[in-house]
C-alpha cells in the first residue's frame, strides 16, 4: 500500500506540471493554425495526445491494482485454512 501511495503522490505532482507532447505532423498544424489566427486547437490536440499517452497506464495499474487485491485476498483465506486445520487435529 506504500508503494501505491508513494506511486500516486509522484503521479499527481508530475501531473501539476506544465506538459505538451506533439509529434513532429502535429506541431507543424499546429503552427500552421497559430499563423492563421486559429489558437485553440492547439491546447485540445496537446490534451488529446497525453490523454492517449495515460490511459494504457492507467488502464495497467487498475488490473495490477485489482491482481494484488484479489492475491492478498487468497493468501489470508489460505491462512485461515491452514489455522483451522491445526486447530481440527
Known amino acids: ?14 501531473n ?14 499546429v503552427e500552421n493554425n497559430v499563423n492563421n489566427g486559429e489558437i485553440g486547437i492547439a491546447s485540445s490536440l496537446n490534451f488529446g495526445i497525453l490523454y492517449l499517452f495515460a490511459a494504457p497506464y492507467l488502464v495497467a495499474m487498475v ?17 485461515i485454512k491452514a489455522i483451522l ?5
Open 16 to 29: 501539476l506540471l506544465d506538459v505538451e507532447a506533439q509529434c513532429a505532423m502535429c506541431r507543424a498544424t
Open 63 to 79: 488490473i495490477g491494482i485489482l491482481w494484488y487485491r484479489n492475491s492478498k485476498k487468497n493468501k489470508r483465506k489460505l491462512d
Open 85 to 89: 486445520s491445526r486447530y481440527k487435529d
Open 1 to 14: 500500500m506504500k508503494k501505491f501511495l508513494l506511486l500516486l503522490i509522484t503521479f499527481l505532482v508530475f
